[in-house]
């Protein structure tokens, strides 16, 4: 029990921070005239290209939704656009309004509508990287990256990036149904560690006063654990040496340390798409002894290269990337965050948390009642098409009815207090 409660806060840590840096990006576009004239270019395609293809939906769509035909900007309908940005919004709900992790429902949420594994995940990619580039607020944060770092770690990266996507690919051109087991089976594994804890930790707070840690936790500063003391005494060159502000001599550590966290990181990216973020933040601190500060500076700087990298080399030529539903998913995750972050200002803590452990709850139901069918499909275990199809659409229901749900009693919470959130503005 105890692994898996460290393991939990250890993926829990990672969503909060990866939440953080998605709500800066969406603020920094939002607030930007040029990044939305940019934002307002890119959609244009999208949109032309729904309407060109809005008369003859039947034929286009079976063609591109998990083919290997999403080349051009313009192969979907509206139809589809729409889904995309409802999609962008209820994830970008639950990053504002929570806090973490609402980029994890985006694949279970594609694959549901009926899109590969593959192709959902090289889409987030782009999506995540669009985001990265658009809403890039490196400079604002230069004078706490630490670019040696962030090369030696963007150079295991790379590899791992390389690595899943490769996986992903050989996997799918074997068989397509067992590259979405595989990745099914990973997005189960995760979102049912991260959605018990989220509960366990959402049951513990029902019964404390203290609420106060729902958006955070204990943040790093000049003291170390001591698996991070272990991984800076060993001595093997060259060493990487960082985070001068909080010692005289700074610290350092091994680039082997580096390289691995950074393969771990890409791995992760190249298989799941969005999962890869959310490992750089706890990984940093808790594992390699990165004070917060360097942490957030230099993992801006590296997602910008670790996502462009993978979705791009991965996925974007090998036509695993539906270039139209990364923008509406941007889109609606834009506006879902703006809102989001609004409703906390007006909801308490502990109803966040509960709602937080419902979705990534959600998130594991669907991908777990997914795999009875898509394991007999290929005749691993002995289920009936009936009894698969019939697991598969409880998963996906049960699934659109608590994320929808929650996106529509945040939405609906908002514009109950838009005069109390027009007075804190005006007010601040």
């Not at 806060?9 to 921070?17: E, P, V």
């Not at 230069?142 to 996986?167: K, M």
């Not at 590259?179 to 990973?186: H, N, R, V």
């Not at 700087?301 to 270039?323: K, R």
């Amino acid at each position: 029990m105890n692994f898996f409660q460290q393991w939990g806060k250890f993926m829990m840590m990672g969503a909060r921070a990866h939440a953080k840096w998605e709500i800066d990006n969406a603020m920094t576009i939002l607030h930007d005239r040029k990044r939305l004239i940019i934002l307002g270019l890119l959609t244009i395609p999208a949109i032309l290209g729904g309407i060109a293809l809005a008369g003859d939906i039947g034929s286009v769509m079976p063609d591109i939704l998990g083919g290997k035909k999403a080349y051009s900007p313009a192969f979907y309908s509206t139809g589809i656009f729409i889904v995309s940005i409802l999609i962008g919004l209820g994830a970008g709900l639950i990053t504002g309004c929570i806090g973490a992790g609402g980029g994890f429902i985006i694949a279970p949420a594609l694959m549901s509508a009926g899109i590969k594994g593959i192709l959902a995940v090289g889409t987030d990619l782009f999506h995540i990287f669009a985001k990265a580039i658009m809403g890039s607020i490196i400079h604002r944060k230069l004078g706490n990256v630490s670019v040696p770092l962030a090369v030696v770690f963007l150079i295991g990266a790379i590899l791992g990036a390389t690595a899943g996507g490769i996986i992903n690919r050989v996997l799918y051109e074997i068989n397509p149904v067992l590259s979405d087991t595989f990745i099914t089976t990973i997005y189960a594994l995760m979102l049912g560690f991260l959605g018990i804890y989220a509960l366990m930790d959402f049951l513990k707070a029902r019964k404390s006063a203290d609420v106060s840690s729902a958006h955070g936790g204990k943040t790093e500063g000049a003291e170390m654990g001591n698996l991070p003391k272990k991984l800076q005494s060993v001595n093997i060159p060259p060493m990487v040496k960082f985070d001068f502000d909080l010692t005289p001599e700074g610290r350092r550590i091994s680039w082997v340390f580096l390289v691995v966290s950074g393969a771990l990181v890409g791995l992760a990216a190249g298989i799941m798409g969005v999962g890869g973020g959310f490992l750089t933040f706890p990984i940093f601190v808790y594992i390699l002894g990165v004070s917060s500060m360097t942490t957030v500076g230099t993992d801006i700087f590296q997602i910008v290269f670790t996502a462009g990298y993978a979705s791009i080399s991965q996925y974007a030529i090998y036509g695993f990337i539906f270039y139209t539903l990364a923008i509406g998913m941007l889109l609606g995750s834009l506006v879902g965050i703006q809102i989001g972050a609004l409703v906390t200002k007006v909801v308490s803590g502990i109803t966040i948390r509960g709602f937080y452990a419902m979705a990534v709850l959600a998130g594991f139901v669907n991908r777990f009642f997914a795999l009875p069918a898509k394991l007999g499909e290929m005749g691993l275990i002995p289920i009936s098409k009936e009894l698969g199809s019939i697991l598969d659409t409880i998963g996906i229901w049960a699934f659109f009815i608590v994320i929808g749900g929650f996106s529509v009693w945040v939405i609906g919470t908002f514009l109950k207090n838009i005069a109390t959130l027009k007075g804190e503005e005006v007010g601040s």
